[in-house]
């Protein structure tokens, strides 16, 4: 079982939202980071702010940030908001399923049963629970940490 490239880079985007603790991130920082299509990336975060994952800000000085408490965040919905289909076999979509057991095979309830699982398994955690290590990713992307504003009395 393997996730697309897509949900992937949702993840990799959230998670560098997390850590970054200036004002607003940009694509163009976490593509460097990450080491990854600032073009693919553009697409990921439109689609992120679009669920109410991150919200940003055009322009100059403009970018991105979490828009809610990375507690709040989970992670198996963020992996089937993104995910599409998830047809782990051809059974899955019957608009473009020719297999000729399909309708009699039991293989697709065992891949259902997996997916099914893979899923309550991202279900119990949230962003908070993977970014725990944060000194260590932050290391691991280059993010310079900055000690947050004292709050004005």
Known sequence: ???TQYTD???RVLIYL???NKELATISEIAKSYNISRNHLGKVVHNLANLGYIDTTRGKGGGMRLSQAPENINIGQ???Q???RFDLAECFNA????CSISSCCELKNVFWEARCAFIAVLDRYTLA???KNKSQLRSSLQIEWFPPKAASQ
Do not use: C, K, P, W
């Open 95 to 98: 608009a473009h399923n020719t």
């Open 9 to 11: 880079y949702s993840l």
């Open 18 to 20: 997390d850590l970054y």
């Open 1 to 3: 079982m393997q996730l």
């Open 82 to 84: 993104t995910e599409g």
């Open 129 to 131: 629970d993977i970014v």
């Open 78 to 80: 963020v992996v089937r």
